[in-house]
């Protein structure tokens, strides 16, 4: 499978490639390159001298826990995602040796869901909206905050601030978001937005007690304060 220049490549070590347990075949129906080994050793070699942008190590196919693998990939790949797959019941590895630990059984979606979690956006296949210091990456629902990192949005979450991005400088009001992001009419009881809101607040303010980009307008509702670098 060739690969043009906005296609992944993700190295992949499992015991058993051949099978129909692989997971080769999911990753390379989504899109990707995979470029697979059974061998620890040989893996490491190869991400030596050759650029990939995720690891996923099934180490549930293998006859070890994987541990002695991660650690080598770990410390010649410091900033590459690695996903480390254990058999049910496998006792989980020391901490900060892999992103994302998935225990089997799970399907085929969860690991996709968990790959495009980890990969960074693709400026070429993503959707993203620059707001001042903010960055919204649509497709991932996640947004990038400067100095604070990228936080990966719930569903309601990345709708919420989706109408504020839709609408900046304007006051929309809690009728309006709830009819619009919970689909109902019914604002008897908002608390479940205050909570969103603050939600919301603690992944793009630098102070969510002291909100000044997500600021409620009293008796009216709340609007996304457009900053001066917007």
């Known amino acids: 499978m060739l690969a043009d220049k906005n296609t992944r490549t993700i190295l992949l070590i499992e015991g058993q490639p051949e099978a129909d347990s692989s997971l080769a075949h999911q990753l390379l129906k989504a899109g990707f390159v995979v470029q697979s080994f059974v061998s620890g050793r040989e893996a490491v070699s190869w991400s030596q001298d050759h650029p990939l942008d995720l690891v996923v190590l099934d180490a549930s196919s293998m006859r070890s826990n994987g541990a002695r693998i991660c650690k080598r990939l770990r410390g010649i790949l410091p900033d590459t995602p690695i996903i480390h797959c254990r058999g049910e019941g496998d006792p989980e590895m020391p901490q900060g040796l892999a992103d994302i630990y998935l225990e089997q059984p799970f399907t085929g979606r969860k690991l996709l869901n968990r790959v495009r979690d980890l990969l960074p956006a693709d400026p070429a296949q993503e959707e993203i909206v620059f707001f001042g210091d903010l960055t919204y990456y649509r497709g991932k629902r996640s947004v990038e905050v400067a100095d604070r990192g990228e936080h990966q949005l719930t569903p309601k979450l990345a709708n919420l601030l989706e109408e504020f991005l839709l609408r900046p ?34 992944c793009i303010e630098h102070d969510p007690s002291n909100p000044e980009l997500l600021v409620t307008k009293r008796g009216e509702g709340f609007f996304l304060a457009i900053p001066e670098n917007a």
Do not use: A
């Not at 006051?171 to 309006?176: A, D, H």
């Not at 978001?177 to 919970?182: A, F, G, I, P, T």
């Open 169 to 202: 400088g304007q006051v929309i009001t809690r009728k309006e978001l709830m009819e619009n992001v919970w689909h109902t009419t019914y604002v008897g009881d908002t608390r479940t937005l205050d909570v969103h809101i603050r939600w919301v607040r603690e």
